[in-house]
């Protein structure tokens, strides 16, 4: 069965430094996302991309970061500058105009 | 603003217990309404949906239905398992955006 697969599972950054989380989404999918969820709390919507631009973000989504579909198959999303306020679960999710299907999800920890 | 509105956790009940999860939503166009679980130490899984009024979605023994009235959608499965010990998450997508908007979920655990 396809699957959405994200790279790496567990990150540990230090702040000030910048992160890329990596996805693969499935592959007949056009709509690409990012979700947050800090621990304990619920999951945040971040952004939303189609057609190879930025389709909608949150508030949240600020200059910091960024989304990019390098080479038609990944999905990325970078931090430039990591706070310690960034530490969460990022989930990237691909999908059809039916549903959403999510990665396994990277923790990032800022340090 | 859309919003979901889920019943608190932690949720704790026996193997074989009835299960209730209350979902309620706020929702400024038409939604399709989710439900997502988390097993412990995985992402999110799709596990039913329903897209209009009075449908229900069902999956693992697990159903909910589309109450427009009541704007609810609340989870639920007649025998739980230990294997259902997971965090829930009811969800809403309105039409025309693609983006979900969820609850804060429940955490549940089954005891044998």
């Known amino acids: 069965e396809p699957e959405v697969t994200q790279t790496p599972s567990h990150q540990v950054t230090q702040m000030g430094q910048e992160v890329i989380l990596r996805c693969v989404p499935i592959s007949n999918h056009l709509y690409f996302y990012w979700y947050r969820q800090i621990l304990g709390q619920k999951v945040e919507f971040l952004v939303s991309f189609y057609n190879n631009e930025i389709s909608e973000k949150s508030e949240i989504f600020d200059d910091q970061f960024s989304v990019e579909r390098p080479d038609g198959s990944n999905f990325t999303l970078k931090i430039r500058s990591t706070k310690l306020e960034d530490s969460a679960m990022y989930f990237c999710?691909?999908?059809?105009?039916?549903?959403?299907?999510f990665g396994q999800g990277t923790r990032l920890t800022v340090v | 603003g859309d919003s979901v509105t889920q019943m608190e956790g932690p949720v704790t009940l026996s193997e074989e217990a009835f299960l209730t999860i209350n979902c309620t939503y706020t929702?400024?166009?038409?939604?399709?309404l989710f439900w997502y679980v988390q097993y412990p130490g995985e992402g999110l899984q799709l596990l039913l949906k329903?897209?209009?009024?009075?449908d229900k979605g069902s999956n693992k023994g697990f159903e909910a239905t589309y109450r427009k009235e009541t704007t609810s959608f609340h989870l639920e499965k007649g025998s739980v398992q230990v294997s259902d010990s997971a965090v829930y998450f009811c969800a809403l997508r309105i039409d025309g955006n693609e983006k979900l908007t969820f609850g804060t979920g429940t955490r549940l655990t089954i005891i044998p």
């Open positions: 929702a400024t166009g038409y939604p399709s």
């Open positions: 329903a897209t209009k009024a009075d």
């Open positions: 999710a691909s999908s059809t105009r039916q549903s959403s299907f």
